[in-house]
C-alpha cells in the first residue's frame, strides 16, 4: 500500500546512519514478489477450507447456511495467508456467493454500494490526498511539534494530539498518519547523541502506533474501517453521535497505552526546536491551494457538527463537499488524479466486508459463531462481560492474524451476544472492534505497525513487550473506564 510522501530522509538504524526510500519502507512486502508456488499453497490452503466446509454435514447448520459459512471461512482464510489483495478475494466472495445461489446481488451489495458508508471513505480518501499535496499535513504536524515536544509525557500529547488532527481532517487511516509522523521522528533522531538517540526515537515510534492508533476512533471519520465496524454491526451512527460515544473511551486507552510505554520504553525525550522551525520556514506561506483546503474541510466538519439538526447523512456531507472539492476552478484537486491514485483495493476490500456482514445477518450465522467461539457462559456483569469480550477479541486476532478478517468474525458476534443479554449491542461490538486495533504481538497483525516497522525504529521484540502490557491497558480502557463510561451516559441502562 501506498503513503503519501516520497522523498529520502537520513535515518538512525542498527548504529549506522542510512539514506531511507520513505515510498518504499525497507520490510514492507507484496504479493507479487511471492513465488508462484508459495501464492498458490496459499490458494490451496484457502479453497481446501472452503470446499471442505462445503461437502460435510455440520449439525445445527442447513445446507445453505453450510455453503454460506464455507464461503466465509474460505474468504477469511485467504486474507489471512494474504493469497492476494483483499480487494480481490472480497470480489470473489460476492461473485461466487452469487452464482453459487447462496445469496443475491442485491442482499449483498446493499450494504455498501447503496448507502452511505462507502462513499464517505470515498470522500475521506480525497481529503487525505488533498492535505498530502498542499503540505497542509507536514505544516499542522510541525506546528504542532514546536509546542509538544520538550519532554516524554509532552511528546506523548503530541501523539494525542496530532492523531485526534489527523482524524478531524480525514487522514482516513494510518498510513497517512505514519507516513507523516514517522519522518519527523526519524529527523529527530538523526539530531540526537549517543544511545539517548535510540532510546528516544523507540519510544516516540512505540507512541506513534500504541498511543496514536485509538486515535483513529476518536471521530466518525479517523478510520475507514469504522465504516466497516458499523457495517458488520448492522449500526448506523451520526458525526456528533459517534463522537459521544466512543471518544471517551478511545481517549483512555490511549492514556493507559502512553502510561506503559512509559514503564516499557523510559527515555528522555527532547526535539530540538531547530526541526520544526526549520520546516515550517521552508514551507513558507500558506498557498491558495491550502486555504482551499482548510475551507473545505471546515465546511465539512461544520455539516458534520450540526447534523442532528439538519438531517443530513454524515456519509452524504462528505461526497457533497468532496464534489466541490473537484469542481473546475474552485476545486484542488484533479479527478482523473484522484482515479488513479484511489485505493481500490480497500473499497473492493470493503464491499466484501460489508457483503460478509450482511450473509452472516441473513443466515443468522452469528449466534452458531458465538456458540463455536464464546464459552457458553457469559458474565451478566456488564464490566465483566467488558474485560471479557475485549480479552476474546484479542484472542481472535491473535489466531485470524488480519486485523479485519479478526471483526468479520467478533464484531457480529459480540454484538449478538450483547443482544441476547439486553445489553446495547454497539457498546459491545465497538469493545471488539478497539481491542483488535489497540493491541497487537506481532507485526503481521496490522498493516500499519508492518508499515511504521519499515522505518527501523523498533523491533519485533517492542512491538511483543508492547502487546503484552496492552492486553491489560486496553481491556481495562474499555472493559472498565469504557463501560462506566457507558452506564453514565445512559448507552447501558
Same mark, same amino acid.
Given at each position: ?36 508456488? !508459495? ?10 477450507? =472452503? ?16 455453503? =454460506? ?14 493469497? @492476494? ?54 505544516? %499542522? ?53 549517543? %544511545? ?13 502506533? =500504541? ?9 466518525? !471519520? ?33 492514556? %493507559? ?56 447523512? @454524515? ?18 484537486? !484533479? ?9 481500490? !483495493? ?9 457483503? %460478509? ?137
Amino acid at each position: 500500500m501506498s503513503t503519501p510522501c516520497s522523498g529520502r530522509i537520513v535515518q538512525w538504524q542498527e548504529n549506522t546512519m542510512t539514506a531511507v526510500d520513505l515510498s518504499r519502507p525497507a520490510t514492507t512486502t507484496s504479493p507479487d514478489s511471492r513465488t508462484p508456488l !508459495n501464492t498458490g499453497l496459499r490458494w490451496a490452503a484457502g479453497i481446501t477450507v =472452503g470446499l471442505v466446509v462445503w461437502f460435510i454435514h455440520i449439525p445445527d447448520l442447513n445446507v445453505r447456511q453450510e455453503h =454460506g459459512a464455507a464461503l466465509i471461512l474460505a474468504t477469511i482464510v485467504l486474507w489471512l495467508l494474504r493469497a @492476494a489483495p483483499q480487494g480481490v478475494v472480497a470480489l470473489l466472495f460476492v461473485v461466487t456467493a452469487i452464482l453459487s445461489g447462496v445469496s443475491d446481488g442485491e442482499t449483498l451489495l446493499r450494504p455498501s454500494w447503496t448507502s452511505s458508508q462507502i462513499w464517505f471513505v470515498f470522500a475521506s480518501f480525497g481529503f487525505g490526498y488533498m492535505i498530502a499535496d498542499t503540505s497542509l499535513g507536514e505544516r %499542522l504536524t510541525s506546528r504542532l511539534l514546536r509546542y509538544f515536544s520538550r519532554s516524554f509525557w509532552s511528546f506523548g500529547l503530541f501523539a494525542i494530539v496530532s492523531g485526534t488532527v489527523f482524524s478531524v481532517i480525514g487522514m482516513a487511516g494510518d498510513f497517512a498518519r505514519v507516513g507523516i509522523l514517522y519522518p519527523v521522528i526519524a529527523a529527530a533522531g538523526a539530531t540526537m547523541k549517543g %544511545l539517548r538517540r535510540e532510546a528516544s526515537t523507540r519510544a516516540m515510534a512505540m507512541m506513534i502506533l =500504541g498511543v496514536g492508533q485509538p486515535t483513529l476512533m476518536y471521530v466518525f !471519520n479517523g478510520f475507514w474501517l469504522n465504516q466497516t465496524f458499523l457495517g458488520l454491526a448492522q449500526e448506523k451512527l451520526s458525526y456528533v453521535g459517534w463522537f459521544t460515544h466512543f471518544m471517551v473511551p478511545s481517549l483512555a486507552v490511549s492514556v %493507559l497505552g502512553l502510561i506503559a510505554i512509559r514503564i516499557l520504553f523510559a527515555a528522555d525525550i527532547k526535539i530540538p526546536a531547530d526541526i520544526s522551525r526549520s520546516k515550517l520556514e521552508s514551507l513558507g506561506r500558506l498557498t491558495p491551494a491550502e486555504w482551499r483546503t482548510m475551507g473545505f474541510i471546515g465546511l465539512a466538519i461544520a455539516l458534520w457538527l450540526t447534523s442532528s439538526w439538519t438531517g443530513l447523512d @454524515a456519509g452524504w456531507i462528505a461526497l457533497s463537499v468532496f464534489v466541490l472539492m473537484l469542481l473546475p476552478g474552485i476545486g484542488v484537486m !484533479n479527478f482523473q488524479d484522484f482515479t488513479r491514485r484511489m485505493n481500490w !483495493n480497500i473499497i473492493f476490500f470493503l464491499t466484501g466486508a460489508f457483503a %460478509l456482514g450482511a450473509l452472516i445477518k441473513e443466515l443468522h450465522l452469528a449466534p452458531i459463531v458465538e456458540h463455536w467461539l464464546v464459552p457458553s457462559q457469559l458474565p451478566n456483569n456488564p464490566f465483566v462481560l467488558g474485560i471479557v469480550a475485549s480479552l476474546l477479541s484479542m484472542l481472535i486476532h491473535l489466531f485470524t492474524g488480519d486485523a479485519a478478517s479478526a471483526m468479520a468474525v467478533t464484531v457480529p458476534v459480540f454484538h449478538h451476544a450483547a443482544v441476547m443479554y439486553g445489553l446495547n449491542p454497539l457498546v459491545y461490538g465497538f469493545v471488539a472492534y478497539m481491542s483488535i486495533f489497540s493491541q497487537y504481538f506481532f507485526l503481521y497483525q496490522a498493516a500499519g505497525v508492518l508499515f511504521a516497522y519499515g522505518y527501523g525504529l523498533f523491533t519485533q521484540k517492542d512491538i511483543f513487550k508492547f502487546g503484552l502490557a496492552s492486553v491489560i491497558t486496553t481491556s481495562l480502557g474499555l472493559g472498565v473506564v469504557g463501560v462506566f463510561y457507558w452506564q453514565v451516559t445512559g448507552m447501558l441502562h
